[in-house]
């Protein structure tokens, strides 16, 4: 399909876009639950067995990654989140995070367990959206905090 821009004016858009941030970037830390297994024989010759068995030893191992995000917290307040006696102007809330991400972290997240911003666990909470104006340059993510 034609196009009105040539790939030069089409990099120069994408590099420009890259820039332009509706939130601050910073680390956030994406936990993969890798499994780790082995397996041996049981025979033991002191008794002679003629039916050796094996055994399956599994273990898990969480693996952090580090990776850098745009971060937004949701300040929407429902009517639950405060009692009688509470303020309803008040921010806060209600566990929902949106980050913003390359394609790399894109990759991890999509595998991981948890997701770690300020000292908070986070799971994912939907799927993701490709950013970007001819192909995504960035994958936004929807997050909740983990109960």
Do not use: H
Not at 17 to 29: E, G, K, M, W
Not at 71 to 76: A, C, G, I, R, S
Not at 96 to 104: A, G, L, Q, T
């Amino acid at each position: 399909m034609a196009s009105l821009l040539n790939s030069t004016e089409k990099s120069e858009i994408q590099d420009a876009l890259q820039s332009v941030r509706d939130t601050f970037a910073q680390n956030i830390y994406v936990y993969v639950k890798t499994q780790t297994s082995a397996a041996w024989n049981t025979e033991n010759p002191f008794y002679s067995s003629t039916n050796p068995t094996s055994a399956l030893s599994s273990q898990e191992q969480l693996t952090k990654y580090t990776y850098e995000a745009n971060v937004l917290y949701e300040n929407n307040q429902p009517e639950g989140l405060f009692d009688a006696g509470g303020q309803a102007n008040l921010v806060a809330s209600d566990g929902r995070v949106r980050i913003k991400v390359n394609s790399e972290a894109n990759e991890k997240i999509k595998i991981c367990d948890r997701i770690e911003i300020d000292g908070n666990l986070y799971v994912v909470d939907g799927d993701p959206k490709g950013i970007g104006p001819f192909s995504p340059q960035a994958f936004m993510w929807y997050l909740k905090r983990e109960s």
